[in-house]
T-cell receptor
């Protein structure tokens, strides 16, 4: 079956670092995505990993280990505006058979 | 990148009626994806719409309840038929490119409340 697990909720302090983990078991793998979603808004793209290792983009980094079915999103220098839901998604299939499998999301609360 | 205009942004509907949601993309795309996101939940794929062919529905979703049109490469509609309060949700359309390293883009979403 298809399964993506991530923590339901996390809390962190402004200025700190937080790591949001995601484990996946999918029938296929063509990349892993992280999205940010503020309440009442559509998801916005944060990062993409298809090869093992770390991808860094400003305050956000994402890591992938395909052998372990594991990824994490690292947020540095947290700001209040980072309070949002963070969604992990795996692309399964390719061409016209591709689709994204979504985790349930991690609700991050950044406190002053 | 792709910009998607989705409307309506929200609606309140009576049970038993139908609502059609429209998505217009600023570029030609082969596939469009329709999602439902219930309160506090993640995205659930309803169906994938290819131009010129019938939509492919995910388990638990049927064409009679969620008919989809895809008349050209920039436009699609999703109809929520014979609505009940359980259909209250956010509905999102999405596109991507078939290349490996391209992300999905989303419309602004339609917040539907059925009373």
């Amino acid at each position: 079956g298809q399964n993506i697990d991530q923590p339901t909720e996390m809390t962190a302090t402004e200025g700190a670092i937080v790591q949001i983990n995601c484990t996946y078991q999918t029938s296929g793998f063509n990349g892993l995505f992280w999205y940010q979603q503020h309440a009442g808004e559509a998801p916005t793209f944060l990062s993409y990993n298809v090869l093992d290792g770390l991808e860094e983009k400003g305050r956000f980094s994402s890591f992938l280990s395909r052998s372990k079915g594991y990824s994490y999103l690292l947020l540095k220098e947290l700001q209040m505006k980072d309070s949002a839901s963070y969604l992990c998604a795996v692309r399964d299939g390719a061409g016209n058979n591709r689709k994204l499998i979504w985790g349930l999301g991690t609700s991050l609360a950044v406190n002053p | 990148s792709a910009v998607i205009s989705q409307k309506p942004s929200r609606d309140i509907c009576q049970r038993g009626t139908s609502l059609t949601i429209q998505c217009q993309v600023d570029s030609q795309v082969t596939m469009m994806f329709w999602y439902r996101q219930q309160p506090g939940q993640s995205l659930t794929l309803i169906a994938t719409a290819n131009q010129g062919s019938e939509a492919t529905y995910e388990s638990g979703f049927v064409i009679d309840k969620f008919p989809i049109s895809r008349p050209n490469l920039t436009f699609s509609t999703l109809t929520v038929s014979n609505m009940s309060p359980e259909d209250s949700s956010i509905y999102l359309c999405s596109v991507d490119n078939p290349g490996m390293n391209t992300e999905a883009f989303f419309g602004q979403g339609t917040r539907l409340t059925v009373v």
